[in-house]
T-cell receptor, first 111, second 118 residues
Framework: DAMVIQNPRYQVTQFGKPVTLSCSQTLNHNVMYWYQQKSSQAPKLLFHYYDKDFNNEADTPDNFQSRRPNTSFCFLDIRSPGLGDAAMYLC??????????FGSGTRLTVV | AQTVTQSQPEMSVQEAETVTLSCTYDTSESDYYLFWYKQPPSRQMILVIRQEAYKQQNATENRFSVNFQKAAKSFSLKISDSQLGDAAMYFCAYRSANYGGSQGNLIFGKGTKLSVKP
C-alpha cells in the first residue's frame, strides 16, 4: 500500500547531541512537510518542500534543518536538541491540492 | 490569514449515541478544502472526511458526516452510532485550493478530545 513511513518510531537523544529523523513515501507526492506536535496541541508546521524548493516557517528555530535528497525521502535534522524539543514529529505528504497523508510520527525524547 | 476555531476542547458521548463536533473558520477565499482528522492515542493522524468548498452537498463517510455551511463558515462533524474506537482527538483543518508559497499549507484548529463511554 502507498504510504508515508517514519523512522524510528521512538528516538531518545542526549541534550545537545545532533539527531536525524527520517521520512519516506511511496505516494509520489511532490510536497512533503514536517510538523512538531507537543502534548494536547495541534501540529505546528516547521517547514515544507515543494519538489526541491524548501519553505521555512518564519518561527521555526535555526536549530531545525531539513533535507530532501529525492522525491521519496525527507529528513529532519535537529542540530542541538534541547529539552523543549521533546515532542512528536510528524511527516506528511500531499499534492498541490487536496488532503495530506501523515506518517505514524517519531516521538523524540531528550535526556 | 485563515484561521480555524474549535470551541469544544473536550466532548463525551455514550456508545451508540450521536455526537457533533463544531468547527468554524475564517477566510476570504472562495475555493478551499476542509478536513476532519482523527488522532487516536497511537498518534497517527488519520483523515476522516473531506469537503470541497465548491460542492454544496455535505460529505459523508459511513458513520461520519459533515454539516458544511459556507456562508456561515461552519463545518461540523457528526458521528453516528459512536463506537469505543472513535475515542480520539479530532482536528478540523483548512487548506486553500490556491497553491503558492504557504498558501497550500494545512491550517489546524486546536482539536477536540472525544471520549466514548461504554
Amino acid at each position: 500500500d502507498a504510504m508515508v513511513i517514519q523512522n524510528p518510531r521512538y528516538q531518545v537523544t542526549q541534550f545537545g547531541k545532533p539527531v536525524t529523523l527520517s521520512c519516506s513515501q511511496t505516494l509520489n507526492h511532490n510536497v512533503m512537510y514536517w510538523y512538531q506536535q507537543k502534548s494536547s496541541q495541534a501540529p505546528k508546521l516547521l517547514f515544507h518542500y515543494y519538489d526541491k524548493d524548501f519553505n521555512n516557517e518564519a518561527d521555526t528555530p535555526d536549530n531545525f534543518q531539513s533535507r530532501r535528497p529525492n522525491t521519496s525521502f525527507c529528513f529532519l535534522d535537529i542540530r542541538s536538541p534541547g529539552l523543549g524539543d521533546a515532542a512528536m514529529y510528524l511527516c506528511a505528504t500531499s499534492r498541490e491540492v487536496g488532503g495530506y497523508t501523515f506518517g505514524s510520527g517519531t516521538r523524540l525524547t531528550v535526556v | 490569514a485563515q484561521t480555524v476555531t474549535q470551541s469544544q476542547p473536550e466532548m463525551s458521548v455514550q456508545e451508540a449515541e450521536t455526537v457533533t463536533l463544531s468547527c468554524t473558520y475564517d477566510t476570504s477565499e472562495s475555493d478551499y478544502y476542509l478536513f476532519w482528522y482523527k488522532q487516536p492515542p497511537s498518534r497517527q493522524m488519520i483523515l476522516v472526511i473531506r469537503q470541497e468548498a465548491y460542492k454544496q452537498q455535505n460529505a459523508t463517510e459511513n458513520r461520519f458526516s459533515v454539516n458544511f455551511q459556507k456562508a456561515a463558515k461552519s463545518f461540523s462533524l457528526k458521528i453516528s452510532d459512536s463506537q469505543l474506537g472513535d475515542a480520539a482527538m479530532y482536528f478540523c483543518a483548512y487548506r486553500s485550493a490556491n497553491y503558492g508559497g504557504s498558501q497550500g499549507n494545512l491550517i489546524f484548529g486546536k482539536g477536540t478530545k472525544l471520549s466514548v463511554k461504554p
